[in-house]
């Protein structure tokens, strides 16, 4: 015997009530949420928000002093690339859930949510933080300061 429409529109309600509440409550978790991550050279340090956004840097034991700009440039993408990757991949465990399909209600399907396209290059912990494989190399170096405090560079490719 099937069940008659109002039951089936008020459980399809309350699961739709229950779905928004749990949807509340993981964007109130993840507002205050951030992933803070060392390169691998251990110089830098990032804090790197939900949205994927450098909230924080710092750079370690002074080992900047004796790296030069497209080294520290680079441990400060590396770093940030995996920050990114990391709050993406928390971003995904928290909200997956939401998206199966009801147990309740079988007419909700679920939603399929395309993480690639949300996300990109961040959920690759290899990228740079400009999306490339680690191991590439920064295509612009500072040759030198002006003397207003400018950089001058050439890009290579």
């Not at 004796?66 to 080294?71: D, K, P, R, V």
């Not at 990757?85 to 007419?107: D, G």
Request: net charge negative; no cysteine.
């Amino acid at each position: 015997m099937t069940e008659p429409i109002e039951q089936r529109i008020a459980k399809a309600m309350a699961e739709l009530e229950s779905v928004q509440a749990a949807v509340a409550r993981a964007e109130e978790r993840l507002s205050h949420a951030s992933a803070s991550v060392r390169s691998r050279d251990r110089a830098v340090e990032v804090t790197v928000g939900p949205a994927g956004e450098l909230t924080g840097l710092k750079f370690l034991d002074n080992k900047y002093r004796s790296m030069n700009a497209t080294q520290l440039a680079a441990s400060v993408m590396e770093a940030v690339g995996r920050g990114r990757a990391q709050m993406a991949r928390e971003v995904m465990a928290t909200f997956a859930p939401l998206a199966e399909p009801s147990a309740e209600v079988p007419e909700l399907r679920g939603v399929d949510i395309d993480w690639n396209r949300i996300f990109g290059s961040a959920l690759s912990a290899e990228t740079d933080g400009y999306g490339r494989r680690g191991g590439s190399r920064l295509h612009d170096e500072i040759d030198e300061d002006t003397d207003d405090g400018t950089a001058r560079g050439r890009g290579r490719s």
